[in-house]
């Protein structure tokens, strides 16, 4: 056995919230406590020096898409662009650095965000205006939320029968079932060799934020299946737990399924509906921006009931994609009508996934806590996007954005919270995640930062089926997950004083976490390991 000693550091553990070191044996947790006792029961340890860096359970992101990722990190991005003549400049600037015939992926505009004089520069450029820079090549330029996109006329010309498809607008951006044909036609011109390179690249961004484990949220629509199966044979050490979002008929159906994709579940994204930005999240009432738009659905209730029965049935992790109140309400009732058949603990013992789940209210919260659904949730959407004067305010009204990812409720209700980036949508960055919950734009729908911290970390896991109470802690027993921070302060107080909870007060022994409070700098990784073995060393190691 060999074992090594981590001393003179800031530990964080709930049964000993004042350690300073932690022993690792083969890829354990062996001990946390202090450094004069841990010298003395590890004479024999490598010995590894913290310099007062702080030592805490690595993250898992649990809803992320690895190839866009790492397109978004290698290629075009566009979530600068502050107008059409920028966007357009920025394609340009793309084009003359590739290949005549190669594909340009790009992605994150957001049209909401301009605001410049020339009300014409505040509207998504043409596909004459992206053909005039690009000529006959293929072009797709994903806005932020990836669920509507601009295309070139050489990129729609490999669809067939794309006029005829539901959201096809022949100069304006694609949405619903047009988008999602010129995205996989987009995939088909990914070659093997680039989608690896990709894959690697988004991986080694986690493992550099101390997150060691992602969950992969594919389906037909948003990677493809060759994209999804080239990850089972993906060597990297940051853990890809894949999941499929196609709908299952029946238990056999879900089966086959599992069999045909080698997914783990069938949690990925199976959409319901679409995204608040692009006007595609289903409501029970019209957009206050588009008045009589009332968004779209891609699955019908029956669909969504069967999917649930059939994964229920046959023992999987079932899961879909819901933005929309609308959405929400058809899933939550279909969780309810199965948890009638098959009674609640069949149900609850799959721990299927509402992804997204942004306009949940009290009533179905209490549904999903129930039937043991889990919540996976992106704060940073909140702060990209919450608040009097941002894009939920103004796709929804003031009075209804502001009921969106109410974490606090849900979590009082006892439904089960997993926290994620959906990278590319929003950076694989899990600090600031923490702090986007705790620093909600409505003090009373934030989390303790202990709770979002939690929700980052022993969230991930669970909402990846595993239910152990050791991983994901730094406890002894628990696999050794962790990372190593450069972190300016520990603090045990709520950034908000609506969210001050008695475990703040120091004599409770909470243990400390970074202060994530606004303009605080954020931790820096600067070590990451998973079962004991370094993922990531910096430089400053």
């Known amino acids: 056995m060999t074992t090594e000693l981590l001393l003179g550091g800031l530990v964080y553990s709930s049964s000993v919230p004042d350690a300073t070191a932690l022993a690792v044996t083969d890829g354990i947790v062996t001990w946390v406590g202090t450094d004069s006792i841990g010298r003395a029961l590890h004479p024999d340890?490598?010995?590894?020096?913290?310099?007062?860096?702080?030592?805490?359970?690595?993250?898992?992101?649990?809803?992320?898409?690895?190839?866009?990722?790492?397109?978004?990190?290698?290629?075009?991005?566009?979530?600068?662009?502050?107008?059409?003549?920028?966007?357009?400049?920025?394609?340009?600037?793309?084009?003359?650095?590739?290949?005549?015939?190669?594909?340009?992926?790009?992605?994150?505009?957001?049209?909401?965000t301009w605001a410049g004089p020339?009300?014409?520069?505040?509207?998504?450029?043409?596909?004459?205006?992206?053909?005039?820079?690009?000529?006959?090549?293929?072009?797709?330029?994903?806005?932020?939320?990836?669920?509507?996109?601009?295309?070139?006329?050489?990129?729609?010309?490999?669809?067939?029968?794309?006029?005829?498809?539901?959201?096809?607008?022949?100069?304006?951006?694609?949405?619903?079932?047009?988008?999602?044909?010129?995205?996989?036609?987009?995939?088909?011109?990914?070659?093997?060799?680039?989608?690896?390179?990709?894959?690697?690249?988004?991986?080694?961004?986690?493992?550099?934020?101390?997150?060691?484990?992602?969950?992969?949220?594919?389906?037909?629509?948003?990677?493809?299946?060759?994209?999804?199966?080239?990850?089972?044979?993906?060597?990297?050490p940051v853990g890809v737990r894949r999941l499929w979002g196609q709908a299952a008929r029946s238990p056999e159906h879900a089966a086959e399924l599992i069999a045909a994709t080698g997914a783990h579940g069938l949690a990925g994204d199976l959409f319901v509906d679409g995204a608040i930005g692009s006007h595609t999240a289903w409501l029970t009432e019209p957009y206050t921006d588009a008045p009589g738009?009332?968004?779209?659905?891609?699955?019908?209730?029956e669909t969504v009931r069967a999917h649930i029965h059939a994964c229920t049935v046959a023992g999987i992790q079932a899961g879909f994609h819901v933005i929309g109140d609308a959405a929400v309400k058809t899933a939550v009732a279909a969780f309810d009508a199965v948890a009638d058949e098959l009674g609640t603990p069949a149900v609850a013992r799959c721990a299927h996934r509402l992804e997204h789940a942004e306009m949940v209210d009290a009533a179905d919260a209490a549904v999903l806590a129930r039937c043991g659904v889990i919540a996976g949730q992106q704060p940073l959407f909140d702060a990209e996007w919450g608040g009097a004067d941002k894009l939920y305010a103004r796709?929804?009204?003031?009075?209804?954005?502001?009921?969106?990812?109410?974490?606090?409720?849900?979590?009082?209700?006892?439904?089960?919270?997993?926290?994620?980036?959906?990278?590319?949508?929003?950076?694989?960055?899990?600090?600031?995640?923490?702090?986007?919950?705790?620093?909600?734009?409505?003090?009373?729908?934030?989390?303790?930062?202990?709770?979002?911290?939690?929700?980052?970390t022993r969230g991930g896991w669970r909402a990846g089926g595993v239910h152990d109470g050791l991983t994901g802690t730094l406890e002894p027993g628990a696999p050794a997950h962790f990372a190593v921070w450069e972190v300016d302060e520990l603090v045990v107080a709520g950034?908000?004083?609506?969210?001050?909870?008695?475990?703040?007060?120091?004599?409770?022994?909470?243990?400390?976490?970074?202060?994530?409070?606004?303009?605080?700098?954020?931790?820096?990784?600067?070590?990451t390991v998973r079962d004991g073995q370094d993922i990531f060393v910096g430089a400053d190691w």
Not at 59 to 70: A, I, K, R
Not at 73 to 88: H, I, P, Y
Not at 166 to 171: A, I, K, M, R
Not at 395 to 421: C, H, I, P, Q, W
Request: with cysteine.
């Open 495 to 527: 950034s908000h004083a609506r969210v001050q909870r008695w475990s703040t007060d120091p004599r409770s022994r909470v243990p400390a976490l970074p202060d994530v409070s606004p303009g605080a700098p954020l931790p820096r990784c600067v070590r």
């Open 118 to 236: 020339d009300p014409d520069d505040r509207r998504a450029p043409t596909t004459a205006e992206i053909d005039a820079v690009v000529g006959d090549r293929p072009v797709y330029l994903a806005r932020v939320d990836e669920h509507s996109a601009l295309a070139s006329t050489g990129l729609r010309r490999l669809v067939p029968d794309l006029t005829a498809a539901e959201g096809y607008e022949p100069q304006l951006p694609l949405i619903a079932a047009a988008h999602h044909l010129v995205r996989g036609a987009a995939q088909r011109l990914i070659t093997p060799a680039m989608r690896t390179r990709m894959q690697r690249t988004a991986l080694d961004a986690a493992a550099a934020a101390g997150i060691v484990m992602v969950h992969e949220n594919g389906g037909p629509d948003i990677t493809g299946l060759d994209d999804f199966v080239a990850l089972a044979t993906l060597d990297h």
């Open 395 to 456: 796709r929804l009204g003031v009075e209804r954005a502001a009921t969106l990812n109410d974490f606090a409720m849900l979590a009082k209700t006892g439904v089960a919270l997993s926290f994620s980036s959906d990278s590319p949508v929003t950076p694989m960055s899990p600090w600031a995640t923490v702090r986007a919950a705790v620093h909600h734009h409505r003090p009373e729908s934030a989390l303790s930062a202990r709770g979002a911290f939690s929700a980052c």
């Open 45 to 112: 340890a490598r010995v590894t020096d913290l310099v007062g860096r702080f030592v805490a359970p690595a993250f898992v992101d649990s809803h992320v898409h690895l190839t866009s990722t790492g397109l978004a990190l290698c290629g075009l991005t566009l979530n600068e662009a502050d107008g059409r003549a920028d966007v357009l400049a920025r394609l340009a600037a793309a084009v003359a650095g590739t290949a005549p015939d190669e594909l340009i992926w790009g992605l994150g505009w957001d049209s909401s």
């Open 293 to 301: 738009e009332c968004g779209i659905t891609h699955i019908d209730p």
